[in-house]
T-cell receptor
Framework: GAGVSQSPRYKVAKRGQDVALRCDPISGHVSLFWYQQALGQGPEFLTYFQNEAQLDKSGLPSDRFFAERPEGSVSTLKIQRTQQEDSAVYLC?????????????FGPGTRLTVT | AQTVTQSQPEMSVQEAETVTLSCTYDTSENNYYLFWYKQPPSRQMILVIRQEAYKQQNATENRFSVNFQKAAKSFSLKISDSQLGDTAMYFCALGSNYQLIWGAGTKLIIKP
């Protein structure tokens, strides 16, 4: 079956622009996670959904970051007024279990470059 | 605060050799899980192996095995008979509740 997909794969934004990153999880997966991965680093947790409920958004760096999963499937991560420090790879992962502690399935990521 | 430390930024070995990647962690949780994930060049992150902290037996998956030392808070990954396809970034991660805390990764290069 299809894995986790993310779009766009690459995004170049001018500083100050808004961007929207999409994640299509594996069908039926309950949990969905967003991570930010800086170059040469491990992923850092941003936010977590269980179905349509956003249970933790403590990792979002600022109020310019917003995530939603309105129907418990596709999720969008929106960044308003992008800044250079937002440049990173944004990873989405989904999991069949409610906490993502069995296995998380990752998408290919969206590489965001803010110029 | 929970932390994960991978002290080897890069390693390289010859094909068919055995290699061990190190990971230490810190947590005050009693119930947690440990993971090794692999991120091949330009490809998606995939799970290599998972260990439940309450299980004393070390997890194994084919050529991959772990040495889990709970008291020392150490979780190393051993790759036996290494193959060219094992070339990747390897990340150690600690999970409790729903959050994964990740190490900075070890770049593993398998040379032909």
């Amino acid at each position: 079956g299809a894995g986790v997909s993310q779009s766009p794969r690459y995004k170049v934004a001018k500083r100050g622009q808004d961007v929207a990153l999409r994640c299509d999880p594996i069908s039926g997966h309950v949990s969905l996670f967003w991570y930010q991965q800086a170059l040469g680093q491990g992923p850092e947790f941003l936010t977590y959904f269980q179905n349509e409920a956003q249970l933790d958004k403590s990792g979002l760096p600022s109020d310019r970051f917003f995530a939603e999963r309105p129907e418990g499937s596709v999720s969008t991560l929106k960044i308003q007024r992008t800044q250079q420090e937002d440049s990173a790879v944004y990873l989405c992962a989904s999991s069949l279990d409610g906490q993502g502690l069995r296995e998380q399935y990752f998408g290919p990521g969206t590489r965001l470059t803010v110029t | 605060a929970q932390t994960v430390t991978q002290s080897q930024p890069e390693m390289s070995v010859q094909e068919a050799e055995t290699v061990t990647l190190s990971c230490t962690y810190d947590t005050s949780e009693n119930n947690y899980y440990l993971f090794w994930y692999k991120q091949p060049p330009s490809r998606q992150m995939i799970l290599v192996i998972r260990q439940e902290a309450y299980k004393q037996q070390n997890a194994t998956e084919n050529r991959f095995s772990v040495n889990f030392q709970k008291a020392a808070k150490s979780f190393s990954l051993k790759i036996s008979d290494s193959q060219l396809g094992d070339t990747a970034m390897y990340f150690c991660a600690l999970g409790s509740n729903y959050q994964l805390i990740w190490g900075a990764g070890t770049k593993l290069i398998i040379k032909p």
